[in-house]
């Protein structure tokens, strides 16, 4: 039997893998969306994924996969420099 450290390394690990695999339903117009979101300074782009429902009309766990997805790879995506 797995200890709880096990069983949460396990977890985060996949996780963390799912996080940064881009979803089959993401659309390049979903990141370009929270792109301008995060432009327009309307919301903390923690609750983005409610204007992402609405303007697309989608789930709600599709919605956070694909913030998720989004805030994951920000960096990647756009030339960000310290």
Request: hydrophobic share 35%.
């Amino acid at each position: 039997m797995k200890t709880y450290t096990e069983r949460f390394a396990a977890v985060q690990l996949a996780t963390e893998r799912e996080a940064t695999e881009r979803p089959d339903y993401c659309d390049d117009e979903h990141l370009e969306y929270l792109d301008a979101l995060r432009e327009s300074g309307a919301t903390n782009m923690f609750g983005a994924g409610d204007y992402l429902r609405e303007e697309f009309g989608m789930e709600r766990s599709k919605a956070r996969q694909i913030l998720s997805y989004w805030m994951k790879t920000f960096s990647e995506r756009h030339s960000i420099t310290a």
